[in-house]
């Protein structure tokens, strides 16, 4: 494993203010840090609202053909 420079100066740092190893330090910080490493995000759960649809005046839902003519033209065959 190769270590970041500040993060190794920052070990030394700390092992030497502990008066311990580098080693023990950098176990001591991985356990902790893995232990505190948060989940998955959660999210607040989303939701639609409801909304009356009517198709606009003229335009007939009931004929699939019709409703296409309409929305692409005629040209779409």
């Given amino acids: ?4 420079e500040d993060l190794a100066l920052r070990l030394d740092e700390e092992a030497r203010r502990r008066g311990t190893s580098v080693r023990e330090v950098l ?3 991985l356990r902790r840090g893995l232990t505190e490493v948060p989940g998955p995000a959660t999210s607040k759960r989303f939701r639609v ?4 649809l009517r198709a606009r005046e003229g335009v007939s839902l ?3 053909e019709d409703l296409l003519d ?3 033209g005629p040209g779409r065959r």
């Fill in 27 to 29: 176990n001591e910080a």
């Fill in 49 to 52: 609202g409801k909304r009356l």
């Fill in 1 to 4: 494993m190769t270590l970041d």
């Fill in 62 to 64: 009931d004929n699939i």
């Fill in 70 to 72: 309409h929305i692409e």
